[in-house]
């Protein structure tokens, strides 16, 4: 039986799913505030990722959500338009980057 999808697991699986040659082009930090777990941000920069916990000072886009609604994303069972659309995710800033964050991390485990 595999363990529960968590905020925190999302969070430490964050760089063994990153996709550098998928990030060539980007230089940005993206800021998540979760209404009932504790934010986090990461930046893509060089083709490389960085995690934190925590607010960044000057992120590039800011997606406001709840645990749930972002486990539900992320896993794919929840599209992130169809939250976005619905009220369950809101966007601040550079929205457009939202969009292409699904071709920075694969959905399988990188070696």
Do not use: C, W
Request: charged share 25%; aromatic share 10%.
């Amino acid at each position: 039986m595999s363990e529960a999808i968590t905020v925190t697991r999302v969070i430490e699986k964050l760089s063994s799913r990153f996709i550098p040659e998928n990030t060539s082009a980007v230089s940005a930090t993206f800021q998540f505030i979760l209404s009932d777990a504790d934010d986090f941000y990461f930046t893509i920069a060089d083709q490389q990722l960085t995690v934190a916990l925590g607010e960044h000072q000057d992120p590039d886009i800011t997606l406001i959500t709840n645990s749930d609604t972002f486990i539900r994303v992320v896993t794919g069972e929840k599209d992130g338009m169809s939250a976005y659309l619905t009220g369950k995710l809101r966007a601040e800033g550079n929205v457009m980057l939202a969009t292409q964050l699904g071709k920075y991390f694969s959905k399988d485990k990188r070696g």
